[in-house]
């Protein structure tokens, strides 16, 4: 029999392998020597120590998945338990129970690393359910909302993967906000074009009577109603864009014109009064020889003689027109002033009134003389003074009443 630490040889060739449980035979030997037996077995356990080893490595410096790496620790754990080999298997498996623990360790964190992982998807995709149910209820900004709500979907797709009832749930409610959004739109739209057609019939009439009018020669009143016409169309909205475009260019064709019509009427009709402006120079500067007024009889048949005049000359043109009416008007309010003093001058019953005022103020004055001359005569200081002050004015208003009474004379 040969002895060793972790085994033994029996006489009859068995091979044994001493554990905490006590001799387990692990193979038998008959070829040679005990020691060859030992060191045959010793191979068989480096080897078993070797793939522990290699797992140790694989375990602590890679991202071995756990569950990877307690299918490989079991499978070792059966392969040192069933061993047939010699040296310290308990050391193995207490190898083995630390990587299990590490494992153990690994999955713990592994686990709260994917809860985390999934904690901070749910909350991206929450934020993503949220922004996309406000698009759905506020955004009126269609073109931005509808490609928002795409970089959100892609965003949801580019997330991690949560539990598949919170997931479900979000994605039908996004779902829900994207059908939503395209419902609003799809009917603002609607709503939109009914406005349009709306504003295109309102133009199209409006179109239909400025062409109507287009060949009208009623100058004046035509152009009022193109006036009206264009603030009608002004407060009308906007159809569609080709509609606006076709029926601006009815519109502005028809009114164009009539006012180019117009004006080369217009221009037809002042070359021809030309002439007539040249003469009511003449007749202005005429008149307003006529001032300052200083007869207004004569002045008045100066000017009655030049509006004879005037008024046989005939029409100006337009741009003439309102200097020249306004220069000889002001002849004629100035000659009408100097009318109006004058006939105040000569009003009769305005003389009798200047007239009676004179000789009432001169009557007051001969009283308040007598009476101050008494007073003087009986020492009365305070009726004296009276007296004084109360001649004062009225010789001052004696003299104004008899300035207005001159110019009667």
């Given amino acids: 029999m040969s002895t060793d630490p972790w085994g033994r040889v029996d006489d009859d060739g068995t091979v044994y392998v001493r554990t905490a449980e006590g001799e387990r035979a692990v193979g038998s030997w008959q070829a040679g020597e005990p020691e060859e037996a030992l060191a045959y077995f010793h191979r068989k356990y480096d080897e078993l120590s070797g793939q522990v080893q290699l797992l140790e490595q694989r375990v602590k410096g890679t991202d071995l998945a756990p569950a990877q790496a307690e299918a490989s620790i079991a499978k070792l754990r059966e392969a040192v338990a069933d061993a047939h080999a010699v040296g310290d298997l308990a050391a193995l498996t207490a190898r083995l129970d630390g990587l299990t623990e590490l494992v153990g360790h690994r999955r713990e964190e592994v686990k709260a690393a994917r809860d985390q992982a999934r904690a901070e998807a749910r909350a991206v995709k929450e934020r993503i359910v949220a922004e996309a149910e406000r698009i759905a209820d506020e955004t009126t900004h269609w073109k931005s909302g509808g490609e928002r709500l795409r970089q959100l979907v ?13 997931e479900a749930a979000l994605w039908k409610r996004l779902s829900a906000a994207r059908t939503a959004f395209a419902k609003r739109r799809k009917q603002y739209f609607a709503g939109l074009d009914e ?215």
């Avoid at 892609?154 to 919170?166: G, H, M, P, Q, S």
């Avoid at 007749?283 to 046989?312: G, M, N």
Wanted: net charge negative; aromatic share 6%; hydrophobic share 40%.
């Fill in 154 to 166: 892609e965003e949801w797709k580019a997330a991690d993967r949560i539990d598949r009832v919170t």
């Fill in 195 to 409: 406005q349009r057609e709306g504003v295109r019939s309102a133009k199209e009439r409006i179109v239909a009577e400025a062409e109507a009018l287009a060949g009208s020669t009623d100058w004046g009143t035509t152009a009022a109603i193109y006036r009206e016409l264009m603030q009608q169309w002004k407060t009308a909205g906007r159809a569609s864009r080709e509609a606006e475009d076709e029926l601006w260019g009815r519109f502005k064709a028809a009114q164009d014109q009539f006012f180019q019509a117009r004006s080369a009427v217009f221009a037809e009709r002042d070359a021809s009064l030309a002439a007539n402006a040249e003469v009511k120079e003449e007749l202005l500067a005429e008149a307003e020889k006529i001032l300052p007024v200083s007869d207004a009889r004569t002045a008045r048949a100066a000017l009655r003689h030049v509006l004879e005049r005037w008024e046989a000359a005939g029409p100006v043109p337009r741009e003439q027109r309102d200097r020249l009416e306004g220069g000889l008007r002001k002849v004629d309010e100035a000659v009408r002033k100097a009318e109006d003093a004058e006939w105040k001058r000569s009003n009769p019953e305005a003389r009798a009134r200047a007239q009676s005022t004179v000789d009432q103020l001169r009557a007051s004055i001969e009283q308040l003389e007598k009476r101050l001359s008494k007073a003087q005569a009986a020492g009365r200081a305070k009726d004296v003074k009276e007296a004084e002050e109360a001649l004062v004015a009225r010789r001052s208003w004696l003299e104004e009443a008899e300035r207005t009474l001159t110019e009667f004379s």
